[in-house]
């Protein structure tokens, strides 16, 4: 079985030997779906988060309208846990994602994921990782290494202006970095422990 405290409890069950070693099966309130770093849909047997909507998911977090912003993006409970969907439909539990990580940029709270999905808007940008870095200004900066698509260039400036564009000042970009390509685990999905490692 699968459930959290915002799901009002179970959302996934079965008996055990009907596939062990799973979550067990999607229940009939819930809709549930595995998602990468951007809330693309991944296909059967990959690893991502799990993600779910229904009428068990809680209204949200009590005066935390940027959690929730956060939380139910895409209209969706993001659980911060990671699974796999096979294809009879059970459930594999992974594991916790990564600590939500959050910015605060001159005692601003910024999450990572509202930033890069603001920068993936640009045409010439292919993929992106947003973390915090140590500024002398702010105390914390809000770093993007990013790489582009094909034939298309970008500056530093026009990114970071475009993203004001997008979101509050306060969240763009302080530090932008352009790489080839960036580094990834191996199932596929960005590194982002060595990419803040290597580019911090």
């Not at 068990?56 to 139910?72: D, K």
């Not at 960036?182 to 982002?192: M, V």
Request: charged share 30%; with cysteine.
């Amino acid at each position: 079985m699968y459930g959290q405290t915002e799901t009002s409890g179970l959302i996934t069950f079965a008996e055990y030997f009907q596939k062990p070693g799973s979550a067990g099966a999607v229940s009939a309130l819930a809709d549930i779906r595995i998602v990468d770093e951007f809330d693309a849909l991944l296909p059967t047997g990959a690893i991502g988060e799990i993600v779910v909507r229904g009428p068990l998911v809680f209204q949200g977090y009590w005066n935390a309208e940027e959690l929730n912003a956060l939380t139910f993006r895409e209209g969706r409970h993001h659980t911060g846990d990671l699974g796999m969907m096979d294809a009879d439909g059970f459930l594999f539990f992974k594991g916790r994602k990564a600590e939500r990580e959050l910015i605060k940029p001159g005692g601003e709270n910024v999450f990572p994921a509202e930033v890069e999905k603001a920068i993936l808007k640009h045409e010439a940008v292919r993929e992106v990782c947003v973390f915090g870095v140590p500024d002398p200004k702010f105390g914390e900066g809000i770093k993007a290494v990013c790489s582009l698509n094909p034939g298309k260039s970008l500056t530093k400036e026009d990114l970071i202006k475009f993203c004001g564009s997008l979101i509050a000042g306060y969240k763009k970009p302080r530090y932008v970095e352009f790489v080839n390509e960036l580094p990834k685990t191996e199932d596929g999905a960005i590194d982002r422990q060595r990419i803040k490692t290597d580019f911090a």
